[in-house]
């Protein structure tokens, strides 16, 4: 068998999809690969006057609808295959929301843990200077990814009108406020998830008081989430980090957690330092200390991985207690354990439709860098919750009429709309 990586574990759910589709052998083609994977090497001279070279990568995955929009991560683990995934997704993602983007990713295979601040500097722009004639906002708009933050976006955004001697807002999105940023991109991810839980439980009657959640990953997408969800009504049972997490069945407040955090490092920082926990403490308050594996299978209504991939596997997928799960993270599911939870009425909202507010006000900072315009907090909030609601109806129609998972009617409803555009392109050769 071959090794499973993102991209067979994208492609095995793509083919799946193509077939349910009847897609021609030309149009099968068109998906199958990258348009382009672009690799560099990047060389920066270390504070100690050595030299370090890190290999990089921008794939480039379908523009037919739009110019490529992908984030870039710094990671020791962001080979080829991974970003080749995460460009692939973001096509689908960003066909799925319907704005006018094609799909890339970048990565740059290092750890940024081991490197000064201007290290990372000096590697952010030689990013941009080695993948200049490949990117721009009418070509492909990078953005912040895993270890990139706004602050990388504003030296990236530098170098790139540098070298091109430009004004170009629009070249990057995910910057600070301070330098062409927008409002309401922090949160975009899990507010635009929180749309998705509010109609769901909306259109199934369901009372959030009653409802028990359990969110993998407390960062970003996961402690966002947790705190729209907590505020909402919601009771949060269960929370992690990489160092594990906390379960409560009386729920848990997002707002304490998060300043145990702040103040040790960890979710479950009120409790434990590294494996030692103060049990009376924890019997007192009525919280157990849980791995992550625990919290996949915790008793609750509504599970949110929110952190790593590939965490719901075929091993687990049978244990699984939650009756609804959203993917704030990128690809937490594998082909097989999407089977085992379809079998078992478990409803999956895919990663490409649940995390997809972070790409949308990411397009709206773009169209604001493009206008000169500045939204306000409330316009954002308001076309993102539109925006994110097409998409949902859109999917759950698609899943109604043709028998589908949420994520097969996720990629239809993607596939369909970048074939239209390839057509309309006169791309497609029947
Ligand atoms: P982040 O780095 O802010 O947070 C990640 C969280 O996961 C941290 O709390 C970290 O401690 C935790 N974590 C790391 N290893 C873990 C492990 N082994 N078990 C449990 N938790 C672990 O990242 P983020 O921006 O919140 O992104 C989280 C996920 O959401 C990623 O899959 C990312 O691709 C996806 N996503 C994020 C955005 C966004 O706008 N932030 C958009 C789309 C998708």
């Known amino acids: 068998m071959p090794r499973s990586t993102p991209y067979t574990r994208f492609r095995t759910t793509l083919d799946a999809v193509m077939k349910k589709l009847n897609l021609s052998a030309a149009e099968k083609k068109l998906f199958s690969e990258p348009q382009h994977i672009h690799k560099a090497e990047i060389t920066i001279k270390r504070d100690d006057g050595s030299k370090a070279a890190f290999p990089a990568f921008r794939v480039q995955f379908n523009n037919a609808r739009g110019p490529y929009k992908g984030g870039i991560r710094f990671h020791p683990a962001a080979d080829i295959e991974e970003v080749k995934a995460l460009a692939a997704l973001m096509a689908l993602k960003t066909a799925v929301v319907n704005i006018p983007f ?68 629009a070249f990057i999105t995910g910057k600070p406020l301070s330098y062409g940023g927008s409002l309401g991109r922090d949160t975009a991810t899990a507010r635009g998830g929180f749309y998705l839980i ?82 009376k403490k924890m019997k007192m308050d009525g919280v157990q200390h849980i791995t992550n594996e625990e919290l996949l299978e915790i008793s609750c209504d509504i599970l949110i991985p929110a952190a790593l991939d590939n965490v ?30 379809e079998k078992r009425g478990i409803q999956v909202i895919p990663d490409i439709l649940a995390n997809a507010g972070g790409v949308t006000v990411s397009y709206f900072e773009w169209v604001q860098g493009r206008s000169g315009e500045q939204w306000t907090a409330d316009r954002v909030d308001h076309e993102l919750k539109r925006i994110m609601l097409d998409a949902y109806k859109a999917v759950r129609r698609q899943a109604y009429r043709e028998k589908m998972s949420y994520r097969h009617a996720a990629f239809a409803v993607s596939i369909k709309r970048i074939l239209d555009a390839m057509r309309a392109r006169g791309w497609v050769i029947s």
């Open 198 to 279: 509010q109609e769901l439980i909306d259109r199934a009657a369901l009372d959030p008081q009653e409802l028990k959640v359990a969110i993998q990953g407390f960062g970003n997408a996961g402690a966002t989430m947790a705190h729209f969800l907590h505020n909402a009504g919601f009771t949060i049972v269960a929370l992690s980090d990489s160092q594990g997490g906390i379960y409560s069945p009386e729920g848990i407040d997002p707002v304490r957690v998060e300043k145990y955090k702040r103040k040790t490092g960890a979710v479950a920082g009120e409790y434990c330092t590294g494996s030692v926990c103060d049990i």
């Open 312 to 341: 719901i596997t075929e091993k687990n997928a049978r244990k699984i207690k939650a009756k609804h799960i959203l993917e704030l993270a990128n690809g937490p599911t594998t082909p097989e354990a999407d089977q085992i939870l």
């Open 102 to 169: 094609g799909g890339s990713k970048g990565g740059v295979q290092m750890n940024p843990k081991e490197l000064s601040r201007r290290e990372l500097q000096e590697v952010s722009r030689a990013y941009i200077r080695a993948f200049l004639k490949v990117v721009g906002p009418d070509i492909d708009v990078p953005a912040p990814d895993v270890n990139t933050t706004p602050e990388i976006m504003a030296w990236m955004r530098d170098e790139f009108e540098k070298q091109t001697k430009s004004y170009s807002p």
